[in-house]
């Protein structure tokens, strides 16, 4: 055993070669439980959290008709190909929030999953133009979660920041408008991200948005290389000046940017079992996160749109211990990365790590 305060080291010299799948039991876990480490979500679609069983119940309440029959029905659609044939259902569920109630049960249901999984921040993204779109108030859905992320520290444990979320594949100008609304409205926002359909849509065509929510005081985010190219990466850094990469996965495709990513310590927000859902890679025994740690990358584990790509954060280092044999101490590495990484205050990331730094990690 030994303690994580003599910090986390670059490289640990003794985990197990990666690339093994070990078997897995009938839940597709690793049949080993491991103690929950204290973990920062920074990378979490709160859309993305609406479990098929709250679906059906919110239609229910609103007095909605589903295209599905039955539970089973809706999750025999949960096969992705790619990021749009997911987006098309995400959408289509959305439909259900409709009043500031929905939004506020959804918002309550992740933070109690999240709790359980060892979330202890979470950063949570919502797209505000996905309900625009739909005729739902932007006052609703920002109304809705931030009345539940008001109290997340008292009611579970959790701190908590909202991130407005822009869709990519709409325009700069749509983007531009719902910003300031957002502004006028005074919604409790810490951050801005971008989302949605990135293949064509590159970060070049936000250079404004991103701009005025840093002169706003606002922190900033981005996906970028998830499916587009590395290329995206580097405009997400030079051109839109975020702190963060969301996804960035595809960065491994060019050296030199792997280079000064590690160099300038930008934190990579990588959600694995996305990536396989959404065939960004085609197993999780392929997946470029052991690489990413061992190029000395400061990459965290995290879940995108948990409902929907078969787990939570606690579920994705699950399927990773067992897909590629991550380690205790790389486990604790990227718990302490996504603390490091979030944007909560700097006495809050002190607490976390302290409480990190307490916990006895089993070295293999
Ligand atoms: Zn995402």
């Given at each position: 055993?030994?303690?994580?305060?003599?910090?986390?080291?670059?490289?640990?010299?003794?985990?197990?070669?990666?690339?093994?799948?070990?078997?897995?039991?009938?839940?597709?876990?690793?049949?080993?439980?491991?103690?929950?480490?204290?973990?920062?979500?920074?990378?979490?679609?709160?859309?993305?959290?609406?479990?098929?069983?709250?679906?059906?119940?919110?239609?229910?309440?609103?007095?909605?008709?589903?295209?599905?029959?039955?539970l089973d029905e809706l999750r025999a659609l949960y096969?992705?190909?790619?990021?749009?044939?997911?987006?098309?259902?995400?959408?289509?569920?959305?439909?259900?929030?409709?009043?500031?109630?929905?939004?506020?049960?959804?918002?309550?249901?992740?933070?109690?999953?999240?709790?359980?999984?060892?979330?202890?921040?979470?950063?949570?993204?919502?797209?505000?133009?996905?309900?625009?779109?739909?005729?739902?108030?932007?006052?609703?859905?920002?109304?809705?979660?931030?009345?539940?992320?008001?109290?997340?520290?008292?009611?579970?444990?959790?701190?908590?920041?909202?991130?407005?979320?822009?869709?990519?594949?709409?325009?700069?100008?749509?983007?531009?408008?719902?910003?300031?609304?957002?502004?006028?409205?005074?919604?409790?926002?810490?951050?801005?991200?971008?989302?949605?359909?990135?293949?064509?849509?590159?970060?070049?065509?936000?250079?404004?948005?991103?701009?005025?929510?840093?002169?706003?005081?606002?922190?900033?985010?981005?996906?970028?290389?998830?499916?587009?190219?590395?290329?995206?990466?580097?405009?997400?850094?030079?051109?839109?000046?975020?702190?963060?990469?969301?996804?960035?996965?595809?960065?491994?495709?060019?050296?030199?940017?792997?280079?000064?990513?590690?160099?300038?310590?930008?934190?990579?927000?990588?959600?694995?079992?996305?990536?396989?859902?959404?065939?960004?890679?085609?197993?999780?025994?392929?997946?470029?996160?052991?690489?990413?740690?061992?190029?000395?990358?400061?990459?965290?584990?995290?879940?995108?749109?948990?409902?929907?790509?078969?787990?939570?954060?606690?579920?994705?280092?699950?399927?990773?211990?067992?897909?590629?044999?991550?380690?205790?101490?790389?486990?604790?590495?990227?718990?302490?990365?996504?603390?490091?990484?979030?944007?909560?205050?700097?006495?809050?990331?002190?607490?976390?790590?302290?409480?990190?730094?307490?916990?006895?990690?089993?070295?293999?």
């Open positions: 055993m030994e303690s994580l305060a003599a910090g986390i080291p670059e490289h640990d010299e003794t985990a197990p070669d990666h690339g093994e799948d070990l078997p897995l039991d009938s839940d597709g876990m690793a049949g080993v439980l491991f103690e929950l480490l204290p973990i920062a979500e920074l990378h979490l679609h709160i859309e993305g959290t609406l479990q098929p069983e709250l679906i059906f119940a919110l239609a229910a309440r609103n007095g909605m008709d589903l295209p599905y029959t039955d096969q992705f190909t790619d990021l749009q044939s997911f987006l098309d259902l995400y959408y289509a569920n959305m439909a259900v929030l409709q009043t500031e109630e929905d939004f506020a049960d959804m918002t309550r249901a992740y933070l109690e999953r999240a709790a359980a999984a060892g979330v202890r921040h979470a950063e949570i993204m919502f797209d505000p133009q996905a309900h625009l779109s739909r005729g739902v108030a932007l006052e609703t859905c920002v109304n809705g979660v931030a009345s539940v992320l008001a109290t997340s520290m008292e009611d579970f444990g959790v701190s908590t920041m909202l991130i407005a979320a822009f869709l990519r594949d709409l325009s700069e100008e749509s983007a531009l408008e719902v910003f300031d609304n957002l502004m006028a409205m005074n919604a409790p926002l810490g951050a801005i991200g971008l989302d949605s359909a990135e293949v064509g849509n590159p970060p070049a065509k936000f250079e404004r948005l991103f701009a005025k929510a840093r002169d706003a005081g606002l922190r900033l985010t981005a996906h970028a290389g998830e499916e587009g190219p590395a290329a995206y990466i580097i405009e997400a850094l030079d051109i839109l000046g975020v702190e963060r990469i969301d996804h960035g996965i595809r960065c491994m495709d060019d050296p030199d940017l792997v280079e000064r990513l590690v160099d300038e310590r930008i934190p990579l927000t990588v959600c694995p079992l996305s990536n396989v859902r959404l065939r960004a890679v085609d197993t999780l025994a392929d997946h470029p996160l052991p690489a990413m740690l061992a190029a000395g990358l400061n990459v965290s584990v995290h879940s995108d749109d948990p409902a929907y790509f078969g787990g939570y954060v606690d579920d994705n280092f699950a399927h990773l211990r067992a897909a590629v044999g991550l380690s205790e101490f790389d486990a604790a590495r990227l718990a302490a990365n996504s603390i490091h990484s979030s944007f909560a205050s700097e006495e809050r990331k002190a607490e976390l790590l302290a409480e990190l730094n307490g916990r006895e990690i089993q070295h293999q």
